[in-house]
């Protein structure tokens, strides 16, 4: 693989700290990347995601999509030669796990309701 399809990565948890920094193909796609984050992701953490899909990359301030690759997502401007890029990590709940606690949220209230007319 030639030096100039490798990109370097580094990924900024929550806390602060960081995963990597890693070497990727160019042709690499976000959901490869995510499954690599969720494998290396330090288990002494609170936040522990169990899934890919639990994890949301940001990179010049947008959510980067599952099906782009790694040369589509970088940023022209900005770039230096072997520099690092950094990516932020997000991680949110599986919507499976979400919608099992909206429903829980949603069961029957038993409320009252007074009006007084003076």
């Known amino acids: 693989m030639a030096e100039e399809d490798l990109v370097e990565l ?3 948890l929550y806390d602060g700290t960081d995963i990597g920094p890693i070497h990727y193909a160019a042709s690499s796609t976000v959901a490869m990347i ?3 984050i969720v494998s290396d992701w330090p288990r002494d953490k609170k936040i522990i995601p169990k899934v890919a899909n639990d994890v ?3 990179s010049a301030g ?3 999509e599952n099906h782009k690759t790694v040369a589509q997502c970088r940023v022209p401007f900005g770039e230096l030669p072997g520099g690092v890029l950094t990516m932020h990590v ?3 709940p599986s919507v499976a796990k979400a919608k099992t ?3 829980i949220d949603e069961l029957p ?3 009252t309701c007074s009006c007084s007319i003076l």
């Open 10 to 12: 580094k990924f900024r």
């Open 34 to 36: 995510k499954e690599r």
């Open 56 to 58: 949301k990359l940001i």
């Open 62 to 64: 947008k959510i980067l």
């Open 90 to 92: 997000v991680v949110q």
């Open 101 to 103: 606690e909206k429903k």
């Open 109 to 111: 209230r038993k409320t």
